[in-house]
């Protein structure tokens, strides 16, 4: 077989995603496709929420999941089913399982939030049975795949499989027919990307029926899988891997996705994980919208591509809601840090009385606040290091703070520099 041809067999078509929606659409939710008044003013451009959150498992999923399972023959599907998933993958073959009755085996890495590995338990019931491995969504994988050879079950893929990728196709069949119904014309199409089975499947479609449409894959920055791998023309795993993003944390893009995304998307965008926190945040406080960390990634997109978005239509998919409300402290934090405003410093501190006293009256500006201190006073000695956390008022003053910290200590840390101690001080 030839490249070419073997690049043709790894393509979606049209007809893929077409087939796929006959199959779902009478069993899913037709999610609504919203005009955003706030992200439309703020990006100076019209923006329209898919909003995929409101699915029955809170996220798109579903969809691929669903399809992949119905079109697995019955003979196999009674033996059973495997997958591996961070969460939302797990979730719509738990629901897919429980409602079809087949029974399921679910791998989850080890470090899936809480909140995620309740509600698989909730939706697959009786029928499911969950079983945590490993760190990463990969070792998960690994795991499920060894399982499944020995078990001789089907294995249900998050992502590299073209039923999967064709279920997830759907939701721009939703999009683009309402989209003509509300008479809009999308210029941009925003979503985000872990193993690249939503954008592979929702560019296939789009770029078939509106092909002027530019279809934009937006990853996590510290989990950009998908965009080394078309930096260097093949699949590559990560040898670094930040897992905030959870539902976007792939280290290995499939080779059928990654096919799919060079053949059909038109740009990638990697978006800092403290840009996500923020739009979070945003999201929950202005439109009342709990997007979970890779649910939020198409709209934290449009900070850094807003001049290319100025004045045209553009969507973007809030692909999962299913954020672990026992994150939202992190979420804050980060986003503080990310924007300029929280700053942690270890600072040696004079043992004399009323060394915290100048500190705060010569050092820290007028609108800022201490929001972490931690000393021990050391026996016998001048001076002792302190962990200090500092929120400023004005972001803009922290030259200025510097330069009094370092008349303060000569000598002081400032952990932004120094990642390993951040995280184990703070």
Wanted: with cysteine; net charge negative; glycine share 8%.
């Amino acid at each position: 077989m030839d490249l070419k041809t073997k690049t043709d067999q790894a393509l979606l078509t049209k007809e893929d995603v077409e087939k796929a929606n006959e199959v779902l659409a009478p069993i899913i939710r037709h999610t609504p496709l919203q005009y955003d008044v706030y992200l439309s003013q703020k990006y100076h451009c019209q923006v329209y929420l898919k909003r995929e959150d409101l699915q029955a498992v809170r996220s798109f999923k579903i969809r691929g999941a669903y399809y992949a399972i119905h079109a697995t023959p019955a003979a196999e599907r009674e033996k059973g089913v495997v997958c591996a998933s961070a969460g939302n993958h797990a979730q719509g073959v738990a629901w897919t399982c429980h409602n079809m009755k087949v029974p399921a085996t679910i791998f989850m890495p080890t470090t899936t939030p809480q909140q995620k590995v309740s509600q698989v338990a909730f939706f697959g019931g009786d029928d499911v049975t969950i079983k945590l491995v490993g760190d990463t969504f990969d070792a998960s994988a690994e795991a499920a795949e060894k399982f499944c050879q020995e078990k001789q079950q089907t294995f249900i893929a998050p992502f590299n499989d073209k039923r999967t990728m064709a279920g997830q196709g759907t939701l721009a069949v939703e999009v683009l027919a309402d989209a003509e119904q509300q008479n809009v014309n999308v210029d941009y199409f925003l979503a985000a990307v872990g193993g690249g089975g939503l954008l592979s499947g929702t560019a296939a479609y789009i770029k078939a029926v509106s092909p002027r449409t530019r279809v934009v894959g937006v990853e996590p920055a510290g989990a950009a899988s998908m965009t080394k791998a078309l930096e260097v023309g093949h699949p590559v795993t990560l040898n670094e891997l930040e897992k905030f993003v959870d539902g976007a944390a792939v280290r290995t893009v499939g080779e059928l996705t990654y096919a799919n995304v060079k053949a059909y998307v038109d740009d990638m965008l990697a978006v800092p994980e403290g840009q996500v926190c923020s739009t979070i945040l945003d999201l929950y406080s202005k439109e009342a919208i709990v997007a979970e960390p890779a649910g939020a990634l198409s709209v934290s997109a449009l900070e850094q591509y807003q001049d290319e978005v100025r004045g045209k239509t553009v969507v973007c998919v809030i692909s999962g809601g299913n954020n672990d409300i026992n994150r939202m402290q992190e979420i804050e934090e980060r986003s503080l840090i990310f924007e300029g405003y929280q700053h942690y410093f270890v600072v040696d501190f004079p043992q004399r009385p009323g060394a915290l006293r100048e500190f705060v009256n010569e050092i820290l500006g007028p609108d800022d606040d201490i929001t972490k201190f931690e000393y021990t006073k050391k026996v016998n000695r001048g001076k002792g290091p302190v962990l200090i956390g500092v929120r400023l008022g004005d972001k803009t003053t922290l030259p200025d703070l510097l330069d009094r910290l370092t008349m303060f200590d000569p000598h002081y840390i400032n952990l932004k520099d120094n990642q390993m101690l951040y995280t184990m001080l703070v």
